[in-house]
């Protein structure tokens, strides 16, 4: 029956990501999420839920010099202002990052569109957006240098 073309499969399995606000704690978020999907199992369809790792989310500062150069270089990359979307993520660097680093800037951006399936088995890379996410890195290199140097001069002068 296993290999039947026919056979209706006894089972489904799924993995499930949460994304959930920063500021909002990930155990909670996680258990709320749990008690939902127990609460919409059908009668007699057995349910087994195994949460997974967890960890705190994340919201970057905006506004400093990092950050603006971020803006100035995405700009001249993709030609147009940078779109803002808080889609969220759950990479433990970064929390550790910010952590260690509490006057450092951390930023993440995706280079990528709507369509792209961001993670799916059929994600897809364009050469454009290659392109352009190397624009953007040497552009942001470049302004932030002279962020830096501006901020210097002024500190000597000062």
Known sequence: M???????VPYARAKVNLRFHPLQDPYEARAALVD???AQRPFGIPLTVTPGDTGPGFEARTGGPAYRSALTALKEAWGTEASFVATGGSIPLVNGLARAAQDAEVLLFGAQDGMCNLHAPNERVLLSELRN????????VREYAADFAAARAARDLG
């Open 2 to 8: 296993d290999h039947a073309a026919s056979a209706v």
């Open 36 to 38: 939902h999907l127990r």
């Open 133 to 140: 996410t190397v624009v953007a890195m040497a552009a942001f």
